[in-house]
């Protein structure tokens, strides 16, 4: 793919300031772009290292005076630079629909004709699959699963039985979805599991990572809410509702029957203790151990999670510790040399 400068701003809907001539082959960072690459800026820290830069143009949210370089300008600079990622996207082999012959598909089964099946799939009896999904090779779908339209499931998805998948949904390779929940009773001297009936309801534009897990319920439906986005290697345990558009990143683990509002941002390695509550909007940092429910738009950090100001006050103490520990050491002897002196007077 290449564009000149000039019809990249026209398809994006941008004002061109400067030269439109230029031609573009691909998308990069300010420090590593290259004359027939665009590059974006968000903020003001980025305009130094933009003025060095060899990009042949650059996206803007409002003129930067004084550069030489093609600026598109746009309203939203996140959005253009989606929208020119899409553009300069790798152009693969279109996945043709149809099953393939070493797929195997049981007589029950309902496929749209529109739906590509790859490479060694197996689809399991009463599974219903809607028009152009897209089943990537080696994905198992078990008996009574359903997957409405414009689905992708990559490379070796796992779907259990009687899970329902709404449309737009895309999960990336090695992802598991519907195995049996991590609940166990000690009876007679010995775990015994406890029996997981329930399934998993992921609604429509979910979108999950590679290597995550999704466990079924006990009784109802494990849920993930429609527009959530999942980053990769997450587990997500029985019963979790999760609601709509939340960011879960990686290594997020969620213990069971916990509630998750809409907008919830939780940071990568974030632990969920079981049975908890997070509200609306709220944002739990990074590395965070959350044990108690959370109110709608709080922002929590630390292990156990407490609030940011909490937190901020906890780090400046410790960065003080080892002045105060010499300090105390310092009193400590000169203390002794005071007991020391008192007694020799004795």
Do not use: W
């Not at 979805?177 to 329930?198: E, K, Q, T």
């Amino acid at each position: 793919m290449e564009l000149t400068v000039g019809q990249l701003a026209q398809q994006i809907g941008a004002e061109l300031v400067g030269d439109g001539s230029g031609r573009i082959r691909a998308v990069g960072a300010v420090e590593s772009a290259g004359e027939s690459t665009i590059t974006f800026v968000k903020d003001s820290r980025h305009v130094a290292g933009l003025k060095k830069s060899r990009a042949g143009a650059v996206i803007v949210g409002r003129r930067i005076e004084d550069l030489i370089k093609p600026q598109l300008i746009v309203e939203d600079v996140n959005a253009a630079l989606i929208e020119v990622l899409n553009i300069f996207a790798p152009r693969l082999r279109p996945v043709p629909e149809g099953i393939d012959p070493t797929a195997k598909v049981a007589r029950g089964a309902k496929i749209a004709k529109s739906t590509a099946i790859g490479l060694g799939a197996v689809i399991d009896d009463k599974v219903e699959i809607g028009e152009n999904s897209v089943i990537g090779s080696g994905c198992k779908i078990g008996e009574n699963s359903k997957l409405g339209k414009n689905c992708r499931l990559d490379s070796n998805v796992v779907v259990y039985h009687n899970c329902a998948i709404g449309d737009n949904v895309v999960i990336q390779a090695n992802t598991t979805i519907g195995s049996v929940g991590f609940g166990y009773s000690f009876i007679d001297g010995a775990h015994r599991l406890i029996p997981h009936n329930g399934g998993v309801v992921i609604e429509d534009f979910v979108e999950i990572g590679a290597n995550c897990c999704v466990d079924r319920a006990k009784f109802g439906n494990t849920v993930i809410g429609a527009g959530t986005k999942i980053d990769n290697l997450v587990q997500i345990a029985h019963n979790v509702v999760i609601g709509k558009c939340c960011l879960i990143a990686g290594q997020v683990g969620i213990a069971g029957s916990c509630k998750l509002g809409d907008g919830v941002v939780l940071g990568g390695q974030v632990g969920v203790s079981d049975n908890i509550e997070i509200g609306d909007g709220a944002m739990i940092a990074a590395q965070s151990g959350v044990t108690h429910s959370v109110g709608a738009g709080e922002q929590l950090a630390g292990s156990p999670a407490t609030t940011k100001r909490d937190v901020l006050k906890t780090v400046t103490l410790m960065r003080r510790l080892p002045k105060m520990a010499e300090r105390l050491q310092r009193l400590s002897e000169r203390i002794e040399r005071l007991e020391a002196a008192k007694d020799n007077k004795r």
